[in-house]
């Protein structure tokens, strides 16, 4: 089981990304997907996922508005579009897979079963 995520990199405020995430070893059907984000000397918290079978979705308050997750079960890729960034939006961002439960109860850490590498988004003039 592979989840590999690409797409961060250096942006200005009020600026845009889309971060995307490749998994392997299983389909998506399978597993919730859910990014999660870690900012230097904070815990790593969880930003947005999506269900397995249908199009429910999960955002944290703080990127509500901002933040859009999709999924293409063909690419077995899950994306994460992100627009209107704020310099407290920078950390390394991660992707992960775990069951229902990861979204119902909101993308606890604890409740990840997979992890992917990260990538680095930084938001700065």
């Known amino acids: 089981v592979q989840l590999q995520a690409s797409g961060g990199g250096l942006v200005q405020p009020g600026g845009s990304l889309r971060l995307s995430c490749v998994v392997s070893?299983?389909?998506?059907?399978?597993?919730?997907i859910g990014w999660f984000r870690q900012a230097p000397g904070k815990e790593r918290e969880g930003v947005s996922g999506?269900?397995?079978?249908?199009?429910?979705?999960y955002y944290a308050d703080s990127v509500k508005g901002r933040l859009k997750i999709t999924r293409d079960n063909a690419k077995n890729t899950v994306y994460l579009q992100m627009n209107s960034l704020k310099p407290e939006d920078t950390a390394v961002y991660y992707c992960?897979?775990?069951?229902?439960?990861?979204?119902?109860?909101?993308?606890?850490?604890?409740?990840?079963?997979?992890w992917g590498q990260g990538t680095q988004v930084t938001v700065s003039s």
């Open positions: 992960a897979a775990g069951p229902p439960y990861l979204l119902v109860l909101g993308l606890r850490v604890s409740h990840v079963h997979f």
């Open positions: 070893g299983f389909t998506l059907d399978h597993y919730v």
């Open positions: 999506i269900s397995s079978s249908d199009d429910r979705t």
